[in-house]
């Protein structure tokens, strides 16, 4: 196996020293964020405009998170796992609000909040290390499970996919991309992404499909593209 790291955009991350020991945090249920992965955000709350501010001129770094899933959304409080995402692409509007990818690089714990005098909370982070040289999992997944239950929800909910696209995307793209675009609730997408291996990962996706299907669950936007 080769030097393995995490590229993403023009920068690359492969060891602690290239990650900040404390990140700004961006909390918004259902959002879920994946080594890799892209998350599209429509910014237009002032205080997470500031944030993207000082990001875009400092490190382009930002911590998505879930409000923790056992208090009310007013507490506070947060989940425990989040993932650490650069800024890939930044549009402003033309009306106050900013159009923001980011794009995954590892998951990181909440270690304690660090006090400033910023509109937004940050927090000092625990990275999770072996996101970004991890061995090649591409192995571990079983494909034909996953692309069963992916179909079968498919065709539960009348949607169609570019079957091209996929049949092209490797493992861990198809793996990631399904789980974080998959219309699932805050407490299955924090389960998604705590699985500790892409293995686990794609099996829990599988688990949650079935279930989702079982209860009969309604119509979605889960299209692959």
Known sequence: ??????????????KPSDLPQAVP?????GALLLPG???PLNVFEPRYLAMFDAAISGNRLIGMIQPALTE?????????????????????????RYMVSLTGICRFRLIDEVSGHHPFRTFRIAPFIADLKSEDEEGSVDRPA??????????????????????RAGN????????????????????????PDLKTRAETF???????????FGDSDLILQ
């Open 1 to 14: 196996m080769g030097n393995v790291f995490m590229q993403v955009g023009n920068a690359r991350y492969l």
């Open 25 to 29: 945090i961006f909390p918004l249920s």
């Open 37 to 39: 992965g892209q998350l």
């Open 72 to 96: 009310p959304s007013e507490s506070g409080q947060l989940a425990h796992v989040g993932c650490l995402g650069r800024i890939t692409s930044f549009a402003e509007t033309g009306d106050g």
């Open 146 to 167: 996953l692309l069963s239950a992916f179909k079968a929800y498919l065709e539960a909910n009348k949607l169609e996919a570019d079957w091209e696209s996929v049949e």
């Open 172 to 195: 861990m793209t198809l793996v990631n991309s399904l789980a974080m675009m998959a219309p699932f609730e805050p407490a299955e997408k924090q389960a998604l992404l705590e699985a």
């Open 206 to 216: 599988v688990a949650i499909t079935e279930i989702v299907l079982a209860r009969g």
